[in-house]
């Protein structure tokens, strides 16, 4: 059954184990802090039009959906682009990475029953109704810890920097280790695990993928300190809307087989990241197109603001900002245009992806950078809110702060620039933009061993054929 915002809170209150700077959580709903990132996630449960009419499963959400063509992939480039303005600027991630992870996984495990006659697809299919049914909402945690980057799984000096199996039994496997970066597991209904890496056959028991309950015994988070809201006064924003990561512990953690998606067989590894990455980096360009757009109308006001709209330099940082807005949307479509078809399911063109996807990595400094320029260094500098709100302050902040416009509109104005371009959000900001949904170099390993480089190495072949020396 669709859930209202309040079942999907009610629903967070299940017992699990969270600690957030220092103390265990009792109840994530009504937490000072991680409240906030259950209301962001919560706020999506009511928007109007997110449901569909499902052949087979009836009235679900439209993150669900099963893309089947370059239709359906645009249309979720568009919700995911519609949900993060709808929901100010900033990325709400609850329902669109698990069905990222569950379409990856309705391939993979295709294939890998093909191979050994396993039944793990229909294992997917039975949780994704699960899922579906009753409208959770997923995180997904492929980020291993990873101890030494230049050792495999099983050369790791610990053993567990990488998510094992650690005992086989008939009912189940129980898993140890620890995934890291995962956003909004502690508000999330359920956790699905899924390999980082290609793997080789000594690293079989790291070669594991399945779902358990957020509240499932073993399983812990620590959570990140939100220093763009905690203790901040000056949060704009941030007093509203932010994700949470995670360390995600999993002590000993018992999974029962009908959740296990890939046991042991270690060459699906790779495959299985590799859709799941092509999947959420899709997503990723479709959100930050959105978030891109807190960018240009920030510096757009600034501008204004300080009366320079119409100075060269300025025009020409927000052509960059147009450009890394629409270089995000155009490489989201054309992905969703030119699909490959994969077992029935469309997978988002995985070049065009990863252009798109690696320009937001290299570019996302320069709107930021842009952004300083034209608002200048009092997003550094300029009094505090607190002193704002002093009315024997106010008088003077207000009178000397104005620009272009008056000191209240000016005031305002770069008290967000402040939070978009000088503050925790900003260098918050700025590394998920480089690493969150992969690392540069993994899209540029991605790109070189799919790319067809056939049309442009005939090309330079014929003409140099011709060449008569
Ligand atoms: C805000 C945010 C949200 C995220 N959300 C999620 C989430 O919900 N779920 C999830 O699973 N993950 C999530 N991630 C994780 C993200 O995918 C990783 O940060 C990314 O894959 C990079 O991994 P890492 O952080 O461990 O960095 P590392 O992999 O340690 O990268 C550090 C440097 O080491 C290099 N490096 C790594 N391995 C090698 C090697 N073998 N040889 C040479 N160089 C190497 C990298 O290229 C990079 O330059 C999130 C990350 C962020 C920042």
Redesign the pocket.
């Known amino acids: 059954m669709p859930r209202g915002p309040s079942e999907y809170l009610e629903s967070l209150r299940d017992g699990r184990v969270i600690y957030y700077r220092g103390k265990r959580i009792d109840d994530v709903t009504t937490h000072p802090v991680i409240g906030i990132a259950a209301r962001h996630a919560a706020d999506l449960f009511s928007v109007e039009d997110r449901l569909y009419d499902d052949p087979n499963y009836g009235r679900i959400s439209r993150y669900f959906k099963i893309p089947r063509s370059a239709n359906d992939l645009l249309d979720r480039h568009r919700l995911i682009y519609n949900d993060t303005m709808r929901f100010d600027g900033m990325f709400n991630?609850i329902q669109a990475?698990g069905s990222d992870a569950l379409f990856s996984l309705m391939i993979v495990t295709k294939k890998v029953d093909a191979k050994y006659g396993t039944h793990y697809f229909e294992r997917v299919a039975k949780y994704y109704e699960y899922v579906v049914k009753n409208d959770l909402a997923l995180?997904?945690?492929?980020?291993?810890?990873?101890g030494d980057?230049?050792?495999r799984p099983h050369e790791q000096p610990d053993p567990d920097l990488y998510v094992r199996v650690v005992e086989v039994r008939d009912d189940g496997i129980v898993v140890n280790g620890a995934?890291?970066?995962?956003?909004?597991?502690p508000v999330a209904n359920e956790i699905i695990f899924?390999p980082?890496r290609a793997m080789v056959e000594g690293d079989r028991d790291y070669a594991v993928a399945f779902a358990i309950p957020a509240n499932a015994r073993g399983v812990k988070f620590i959570v990140r300190p939100v220093l763009e809201y905690d203790g901040n006064p000056n949060a704009v924003n941030a007093r509203t809307r932010f994700?949470v990561?995670s360390l995600t512990i999993l002590d000993h953690v018992f999974v029962p087989w009908d959740r296990v998606f890939l046991f042991r067989e270690w060459e699906f590894a790779g495959p299985l990241a590799w859709y799941f990455?092509t999947y959420?980096r899709f997503t990723a360009i479709s959100y930050r197109a959105a978030t891109a757009n807190l960018y240009l109308g920030a510096a757009l006001l600034a501008a204004r603001a300080n009366g320079i709209e119409n100075a060269p330099h300025v025009r020409d940082w927000i052509v960059k900002m147009i450009m890394y807005k629409e270089i995000m949307r155009m490489g989201a479509m054309t992905a969703a245009l030119e699909p490959l078809i994969d077992e029935g399911i469309a997978v988002p063109n995985p070049i065009y992806t990863n252009v798109s996807k690696l320009y937001s990595n290299e570019h996302f400094i320069d709107v930021v950078h842009g952004l300083i320029d034209i608002a200048g260094g009092l997003i550094a500098t300029m009094p505090s809110h607190e002193d704002y709100a002093n009315p024997e302050e106010r008088q003077y902040i207000s009178k000397y702060v104005r620009g272009a416009v008056d000191g209240d509109a000016r005031y305002r104005i770069m008290s967000f620039v402040r939070e978009l371009a000088s503050s925790h959000l900003t260098g918050?900001?700025l590394?998920?933009m480089?690493?969150?949904?992969?690392?540069?170099?993994?899209s540029k390993i991605g790109m070189m061993r799919e790319y067809n480089f056939r049309e442009a190495e005939e090309l330079v072949n014929r003409i140099i054929s011709k060449l008569r020396i």
């Open positions: 991630i990475i995180a997904v945690a492929q980020t291993d810890v990873k980057r230049s050792r995934k890291i970066h995962t956003t909004q597991g899924l980082y994700e990561e990455a959420h918050y900001l590394t998920a480089i690493h969150a949904e992969g690392s540069e170099a993994a």
